[in-house]
Nanobody, 121 residues
């Protein structure tokens, strides 16, 4: 079993900051790309940011310059530092990771349970 557990969401004012964390645990053989997605009510889930195992990053245009993704491979953890938050960033944020387990050694997508981020105007 592989699990992703997120933390760090909450309520913040316009212009504020939050830091999300996501830790992977369980029968992990290797972790490849890790990322954050978000889904607002009535909208499709969208990629916010992603980071490869080698540290290459990719961001949605709407968050470039405000959000920073990073990972600690020793802790199997990915972070999302969110600065200059706007009301339109309000959403449920989901952690995602491509992981091969020690059970199957097949790479599969795993998702966290989601954490709510609310930015008040």
């Amino acid at each position: 079993q592989v699990q992703l557990v997120e933390s760090g969401g909450g309520l913040v004012r316009n212009g504020g900051s939050l830091r999300l964390s996501c830790a992977a645990s369980g029968s992990i053989f290797n972790i490849y790309a890790m990322g954050w997605y978000r889904q607002a009510p009535g909208k499709q889930r969208e990629l916010v940011a992603a980071v490869t195992s080698g540290g290459n990053t990719n961001y949605a245009d709407s968050v470039k310059g405000r959000f920073t993704i990073s990972r600690d491979n020793a802790k199997n953890t990915v972070y999302l530092q969110m600065n200059s938050l706007k009301p339109e960033d309000t959403s449920v944020y989901y952690c995602n990771a491509e992981i091969s387990s020690t059970v199957t050694y097949i790479v599969a997508d795993y998702w966290g349970q989601g954490t709510q981020v609310t930015v008040s105007s």
